[in-house]
């Protein structure tokens, strides 16, 4: 096992709600990354935290927005929930000297109705 | 931005056999590209990696090849089992702290 977990492991919610969903980082980490894998598709980069601050972010509105922590673990919001955001999120861990060597957690698989 | 495009989708090969699997990336500022195999209903799992300043990597029967000029690089998997059998994605990292992961391709090893 790789150290990373997230939280819930599914969740349910309908159009126009909000969502949270959590991260703790592997030990020694303390990068986070958040992913977006629709059914069939690849991750999609959503943003990465780094000190409690965003530290890259991929193509996605700002409707999307995160935390991180003193402890390293990390929050993905989302608001405003669309059909089109049901995918399962998945979070990845990485140290800052080698930021590139991301490791996954199980992830959270989101039902939006 | 980046464009990372991995063929073929689907792959089936004998038990035994060799299985590669390309990709092709857009942005010349990207230097390391990993690959994860993810099986069904689990996390992706990084198998290998190489960086843009290697041009050949090999952890026993898995060997990655980048060429940097070309902009593509290929997965190798040797003497396939059927635990090989998941979902493979390649991707790439570029300096701008940003992933981008191919479309994935469905590997089955039939026994």
């Known amino acids: 096992e790789t150290g990373v977990t997230q939280s819930p492991t599914h969740l349910i919610k309908t159009r126009g709600q909000q969502v949270t969903l959590r991260c703790s980082s592997q030990?020694?980490?303390?990068?986070v990354s958040w992913y977006q894998q629709a059914l069939g598709q690849g991750p999609q980069f959503i943003f990465q935290?780094?000190?409690?601050?965003?530290?890259g972010r991929g193509n996605f509105p700002p409707r999307f927005s995160g935390l991180q922590f003193p402890n390293y673990s990390s929050e993905l919001n989302v608001n405003a929930l669309e059909l089109d955001d049901s995918a399962l999120y998945l979070c990845?861990?990485?140290?800052?000297?080698?930021?590139?060597?991301?490791?996954f957690g199980p992830g959270t698989r989101l039902l939006v109705l | 931005g980046e464009n990372v495009e991995q063929h073929p989708s689907t792959l089936s090969v004998q038990e035994g056999d060799s299985a590669v699997i390309k990709c092709t990336y857009s942005d010349s500022a990207s230097n390391y590209f990993p690959w994860y195999k993810q099986e069904l209903g689990k996390r992706p799992q990084l198998i290998i990696d190489?960086?843009?300043?290697?041009g050949e990597k090999k952890d026993q029967r898995i060997a990655v090849t980048l060429n940097k000029t070309a902009k593509h690089f290929s997965l190798h998997i040797t003497e396939t089992q059927p635990e090989d059998s998941a979902v493979y994605f390649c991707a790439a990292f570029n300096t701008g702290n940003q992933f981008y992961f191919g479309t994935g391709t469905s590997l089955t090893v039939i026994p």
């Open positions: 030990s020694g980490h303390n990068t």
């Open positions: 935290y780094y000190r409690e601050e965003e530290n």
């Open positions: 190489i960086r843009s300043n290697v």
């Open positions: 990845a861990s990485s140290s800052r000297t080698e930021k590139e060597t991301q490791y």
